[in-house]
């Protein structure tokens, strides 16, 4: 009893003399009921079945201080108190509180508050009996049944609870907030079922849920903060969300800052005053309470609602069931998103709080650690009144003196611990060979060493995407249920009983996957009871002086950045860019410009930003992490070029709007501030105003180019000038070339006037002519039908007789008939001619006997004319000049200045020739023909193989029997003549020579 002794006077305390022996009778009477009734040695007043001191009107059993002697974390926060007090330093229980059997391991929520007074929690509200149902179904069903390892006022469930099993219905209230609660303690042993709804909305989802909340959710303070909330406190969250725009994103800004920015610790000082701002401000660590405290004010100065929830972890996996101890108790934050409900965010590092626990439990004396409830019995059956005495034994030892009175009392004890000695002394022996035995299997157990195997869903994922990882025991093939994964050192959970666990691909190019591995079966096995029992949620299976036996893997990501980005920019404009990183948008990453941050991009990867303002180059990025890309945009104004050689005032003009060189399609085109057009593929036409000079603009994508086209009027003048200037040119040319002389200029004034008259002779001529031709057509179409009619009604009649009309040999016979009149008429004209030169011979007569007398036309005259002259490129000599050529030959002058200005006279249409006029120049050409050196007969011949080809403008003279209409026909060649003087005009002179 030395070291007991010892103890105890360290522990020794001075109260008041009175309470101290008020004390001690409560002791004694105690004890002794524990003795003469054992039933009741189940309920202890230290631990887990501690009962509820409070005062509440629905205070029952809950759990309580560990045997520390100090309080404890289940204490501080597994309570079913309406008010939850924030304390100050906290130790760990390791006492098992409840067990889960359920498909998967989540929190085991037992409280929720929602009015913070600065140093604690209040549950607002009234409770209402369970009448079947809690909440509204949302998500999974999943089924807890939940045993109670000790007397619990409390009711632990997975959120959202929505059925309890009828048995325990009846002993259910269930709170305003949607947690149920016992109406009496659920003794320990006693089981219960219980329902909830797991509801996991993507976090797309809840960024996009709004702000659309319900009435009920101001029933409760769930965006209440105290009066007295610092304006620092609100400036500090206001800086941590800055860039978050939605609730979700400001929940999550909130709690990275704090898992990141605070450390986890049990032993921290009661701060004064407001425990969020203290713990923001002031504080560099703190424990969950701190943690889930401080997020959710910081969410209600946001007008995020979020309440304040009390439970449990996970636990830890054994068997088919989740042992959940003190060392689990836990406070986190749910915030309320529109259609989705309360969502649980955790603002504690999980990582850090398991090594703090891990650490705090080593500390801790083994003693400290003994866990009566999975405690072997003895034979005997005097386990409980042993517990009852070893626990009085050490509430005697607190509140033990120096006063007689005290000695007394642990007289009395010795004595019954003596008569309890051979017994308490059998029991150790047996503990001390059964921790020996399990000493032995541990070591032999932790010298195998397990390992892992990891598989990825994805083994080439994109950085931001989610990813699925397995863990599997190598030896067994199994999965691994309960081990912690990491992604580059960063926790991404904790593997469910599939041995798989989601999270999110880091944005680097390669990653390193590490599994700590869970426990092994003797791990297992002390997690029911043994000491250290409390280690198992953290602790690692380590082979004896060897390695850890996790396992690790590294991953490469499809890293591959792109960015899209225009490759010309206006400055100052603002410009869209899209960053993708494999096959995904590259989200929440920084862009900057020329090294200087502007934004970050969205869900899409996209942002906007603007350019410098001056030109050159600008270079565009995006970062997130180890990856990104970058883009070089070329910052340059808009050029108009305006596309006409000599604009002018009043007139329009083509233009062409680029940008890099590139066409700009859809700019407003202005035109002296005015808007004119606008561009399809860069290309526009505008009017310019009648002034001296135009602005012309384009705008476009918020920026503009502009050009000036000035000396509009000195375009204009000059112009007139050049016209002017080209005009008397030209004349001075064509007078020359073509002889124009100032009786020529004086006659184009009767020319002029005398046009419209010869227009309108021409019109009536071809009208007369396009009439005859219709009536002509019609008579011959006419004679055709009434041929066909005769040929049918022969053919009909005589048969084959009257083919004979259609014989092959009389048709060849028509044609000759048609080449013997063309030949005949040909022969004529060129006899006509030669007896008018007196070296031919007159024609024969016609087969009738009657003379057949041919009209000669001055054409005909002229190409006699021009064959005795000859003279050298004879389509390209003028009248006047081929007249020119036979004077300087020898020919007599008048008789070719005859000959010449009939024909000119005739062609340019100043008058009409006379049959005396075309006696004149027969004359004439007889006395040219008189001084040729050529025979007449020549001449003749090839004037007759020209006049062969023009045979049309031969015409014989009427006989008796023709009609009348013939002999109209032979009187107008002379008006014909005129009638083609138009096109004889455009072929100027040159037709002469080209008809010799």
Known sequence: MGEKDSRRAERTIRPDWGQFALVVVAIVVLALSAVVIPALGGVTFAGPGQ?????????????????????????????????????????????????????????????????????????????????????????????????????????????????????????????????????????????????????????????????????????????????????????????????ADTPYEKATAIETHLRSSKDYSLDVDQPEGNVAEEFLLEMDEGYCVYFATTMTQMLRTEDVPARYVTGYTTGERVDDEYVVRGTNAHAWVEVYFPDHGWVTFEPTAGDDRDDAHSERLEEMDEDEFEDEHFEEESDDGHDDEESEDEHDEESEDDREDEDDRDESEDDREDDHEQEDEPEDEQESDDEETEDADEEETTDEELETETTYDIALDDPSPTPGSEVEVTVTNRNTGEPVEGAVVYFDDDRIGTTDVDGTVTGTVPYTESFTVQVEPTTTTTQGSLARGGPGAGLVSTATTQAAGSESAGTETTVETNAETTLEAPETAVPGAEVTITATVGDSSLVDGTVLVDGEERTTTDDTGTARVTMPETGGNATVSVERGEIGAERTIAIADGEIDVDSLVPLPGRTVDLELTHGGDPVDGATILVDGEEAATTANGTATVGLPIANEATIAGQFDGAAAETTVDGLYRN?????????????????????????????????????????????????????????????????????????????????????????????????????????????????????????????????????????????????????????????????????????????????????????????????????????????????????????????????????????????????????????????????????????????????????????
């Open 51 to 243: 009962l509820s001191a409070g005062d509440g009107e629905h205070d029952v059993p809950q759990l309580g201080d560990g045997a520390s002697g100090g309080q404890t974390l289940d204490g501080a926060v597994g309570h079913s108190s309406d008010r939850s007090t924030i304390g100050g330093s906290v130790e760990l229980s390791t006492e098992v509180q409840f067990t889960v059997r359920a498909e998967q391991g989540t929190y085991w929520r037992t409280g929720v508050y929602d009015r913070f007074t600065g140093d604690e929690w209040v549950r607002t509200g009234e409770r209402s009996p369970y009448d079947g149902s809690i909440a509204e179904p949302r998500g999974e069903r999943l089924t807890q049944v939940v045993t109670a390892e000790t007397d619990l006022g409390l009711m632990p469930a997975a959120a959202e609870p929505v059925f309890v099993d009828d048995e325990q219905a009846r002993h259910t209230e269930v709170s305003g907030h949607g947690q149920p609660h016992p109406t009496s303690p659920i003794r320990e042993g006693d089981s219960y079922v219980v329902e909830s709804t797991v509801h996991e909305p993507s976090p797309e989802e809840l960024r996009t849920a709004g702000t659309d909340y319900p009435d009920s959710i101001d029933e409760f303070d769930y965006r209440q903060v105290p009066d007295d909330t610092s304006s620092e406190f609100v400036e500090r969250t206001e800086a941590i969300t800055e860039d």
């Open 716 to 996: 204009a003048g000059l112009l007139a000038v050049a016209l002017v200037g080209g005009t008397g040119l030209a004349g001075r040319v064509l007078g020359r070339r073509y002889e124009i002389t100032r009786e020529t200029l004086r006659s184009l004034p009767a020319i002029a006037r005398r046009l419209p008259r010869r227009a309108i002779e021409l019109a009536q001529t071809l009208g007369r002519t396009v009439v005859d031709a219709v009536v002509r057509v019609a008579e011959r179409l006419e004679r055709v039908g009434d041929w066909c009619r005769s040929v049918a009604r022969r053919f009909t009649d005589e048969g084959l007789a009257a083919l004979a009309a259609l014989h092959p040999l009389r048709l060849a016979a028509l044609g000759l008939d048609a080449i013997y009149a063309i030949v005949d008429a040909s022969r004529k004209r060129a006899n006509a001619l030669a007896a008018l030169l007196g070296r031919g011979q007159p024609g024969p007569a016609d087969g009738g006997g009657g003379d057949s007398q041919v009209v000669l036309t001055l054409r005909d005259l002229w190409r006699a004319f021009v064959q005795f002259v000859q003279p050298p490129n004879v389509r390209t000599k003028t009248p006047g000049e081929i007249g020119r050529y036979a004077v300087e030959r020898g020919f007599p002058e008048p008789a070719v200045r005859t000959v010449v200005d009939a024909f000119r006279d005739t062609e340019y249409g100043q008058s009409t020739p006379s049959t005396d006029r075309v006696e004149q120049v027969g004359t004439a050409l007889q006395s040219v023909a008189a001084d040729s050196e050529q025979s007449g007969r020549e001449v003749v011949e090839r004037v007759g193989d020209d006049s062969a080809r023009l045979i049309g403008e031969t015409t014989p003279v009427a006989d008796d029997d023709e009609s009348d209409d013939d002999a109209e026909a032979t009187q107008e060649p002379p008006a014909a003549t005129d009638g083609n003087e138009a096109d004889d005009r455009d072929e100027t002179e040159d037709e002469g020579t080209t008809d010799g």
